[in-house]
């Protein structure tokens, strides 16, 4: 039987598609497969430094001495102008230079914040005093401050301290403590804590990733390295479980006796960052996690979890015996 022409297209199509894929070009493209001198230079520059020449960054310090002149002159001690950019000042990397003979910093910077302000200035002082220009960076820049880590921490665990306390005494509902019937809270402090752990292993096991991560940030946890992906899964559940965690305070409880459980996790969330955080830098957050989330569980699962619902009024209970809603005993 002989085939039909719209079946004869088919695979000559399919044997077309398989000799084009096999074919090899031999010939480079001059920008593509040719690279200048300087475009490798500035591809192993970018691969090592995170960065290179039309990067934005912002400044964070008060100010930032630039040096109008070339760096070769002043390595050699010639008098050279400078200006000064400010902080929050929105710059742009225009320029790098090595210079072997500068004993201080061989990498140059030139940056612009605009077209007649420009500058050279050297890369590890630059480094110090600006953080890349998007939201991200800003944030991890905030968060991985070790003294303001160290200052936060002693804050928020007197504040902490005082709000649990405080609770406490009114008898009011704390997580761990006197929680209410629903483990989100719970998972709420777990992943808070888990993520600190993770974050400060990053640090310390592949900080290369983590540099890279810092100026090149993203929120999709499928366009990163798994250890990156891991983590950014971590964040975004959190941010679903403190959702669900507070949808739970306001059907659970009143508005004001709501307000400040919520005013509590919030205290312990933070607690746990800070501490866990810092402690794992130093390889204590480990064991530290592991008691913590053995002891938040067991809060929950032998203090908080309801196990039985009341026959008579139909609220949930932790054990048999006299309901503390409508005073029935279940037996």
């Not at 808070?192 to 940030?217: D, G, K, M, R």
Request: negative net charge; charged residues 15%; aromatic residues 14%.
């Amino acid at each position: 039987m002989k085939m039909s022409g719209k079946k004869l297209l088919l695979p000559v199509l399919c044997m077309i598609l398989f000799l084009q894929s096999c074919y090899r070009q031999e010939s480079r493209t001059p920008d593509g497969w040719s690279p200048t001198e300087e475009q490798v230079d500035s591809v192993s520059f970018y691969s090592t430094h995170h960065y290179t020449i039309n990067y934005n960054f912002v400044v964070t310090a008060d100010s930032l001495q630039l040096i109008v002149q070339q760096p070769s002159e002043a390595v050699s001690g010639m008098l050279v102008d400078t200006i000064y950019i400010r902080q929050e000042d929105r710059i742009v990397v225009a320029d790098i230079v090595t210079l072997s003979v500068d004993t201080v910093d061989s990498v140059w910077v030139e940056v612009a914040r605009d077209q007649n302000t420009m500058g050279w200035i050297h890369e590890k002082e630059m480094l110090e005093n600006v953080a890349p220009d998007n939201v991200i960076s800003r944030f991890i820049d905030f968060f991985s401050d070790k003294h303001l880590l160290f200052m936060l921490g002693i804050v928020v665990l007197c504040i902490a301290l005082f709000v649990v306390s405080k609770l406490y005494k009114d008898n009011a509902k704390i997580v761990h403590f006197r929680d209410i019937d629903s483990f989100y809270p719970t998972l709420l402090t777990l992943l808070v804590s888990a993520s600190a752990v993770f974050y400060s292993t990053i640090q310390l096991v592949n900080p290369e990733s983590w540099c890279h991560f810092y100026y090149h940030p993203t929120l999709n946890p499928f366009s990163v390295p798994l250890h990156l992906g891991l983590f950014l899964l971590s964040v975004w559940a959190i941010v679903i479980v403190a959702l669900a965690a507070f949808d739970d305070i306001r059907r659970r409880l009143p508005a004001w006796q709501g307000i400040l459980y919520a005013i509590g996790l919030a205290a312990v969330c933070s607690v746990d960052y800070v501490v866990l955080s810092v402690s794992t830098l130093y390889y204590v957050g480990y064991v530290i996690f592991l008691i913590y989330a053995a002891y938040a569980l067991w809060r929950y699962f032998y203090f908080s979890r309801s196990n039985y619902v009341c026959g008579n009024c139909g609220h949930r209970i932790h054990a048999k015996g006299r309901c503390p809603h409508c005073g029935a005993e279940n037996v």
